[in-house]
C-alpha cells in the first residue's frame, strides 16, 4: 500500500502561481511513476502531468504545457507540481497518484493509487 497526501492548494488570481506537494508512505517512494489529474465540477478526470521513478522522463497535458512542472524528490518521499501562469480553467481539484510502473503513464486507469485531493481555484 502506498498513502498519498497532498496539500498546497487555494485561491489564487489569474496569472499567478502555485505549488502543490504530494506526501507519500508506505511502501518505497522510488519504486513508483508519479502522476497528478485534475478534475473539474461537471468534466472528467484530466492528465495533468508524470514523473518516471528517477525523474529523468515527465510528460504533461496539452493543456498545461508551458506552465507547469512536475518534480520529485526520493529522499522526501515527495512529488510536487509547479504551477505558473495560472487560469480560470485550471480550477479544479488535483489529485495525485502512483504507479508501479518504470515509465510514467498519462492514463488514469494505470494508477494503482490515489490520494485524497486538493482544491485549487483560480479567479479571473
Known amino acids: 500500500q502506498v498513502q498519498l497526501v497532498e496539500s498546497g492548494g487555494g485561491l489564487v488570481q489569474a496569472g499567478g502561481s502555485l505549488r502543490l506537494s504530494c506526501a507519500a508512505s508506505?511502501?518505497?517512494?522510488?519504486?513508483?511513476?508519479m502522476g497528478w489529474f485534475r478534475q473539474a465540477p461537471g468534466k472528467e478526470r484530466e492528465f495533468v502531468a508524470a514523473?518516471?521513478?528517477?525523474?529523468?522522463?515527465?510528460y504533461y497535458g496539452d493543456s498545461v504545457k508551458g506552465r507547469f512542472t512536475i518534480s520529485r524528490d526520493n529522499a522526501k518521499n515527495t512529488v510536487y507540481l509547479q504551477m505558473n501562469s495560472l487560469k480560470p480553467e485550471d480550477t479544479a481539484i488535483y489529485y495525485c497518484?502512483?504507479?508501479?510502473?518504470?515509465?510514467?503513464?498519462?492514463?488514469?486507469?494505470?494508477?494503482?493509487?490515489w490520494g485524497q485531493g486538493t482544491q485549487v481555484t483560480v479567479s479571473s
Open positions: 514523473i518516471n521513478w528517477r525523474g529523468g522522463i515527465t
Open positions: 508506505g511502501r518505497t517512494f522510488s519504486n513508483y511513476a
Open positions: 497518484a502512483a504507479a508501479n510502473s518504470i515509465l510514467p503513464n498519462t492514463r488514469f486507469n494505470q494508477y494503482d493509487y
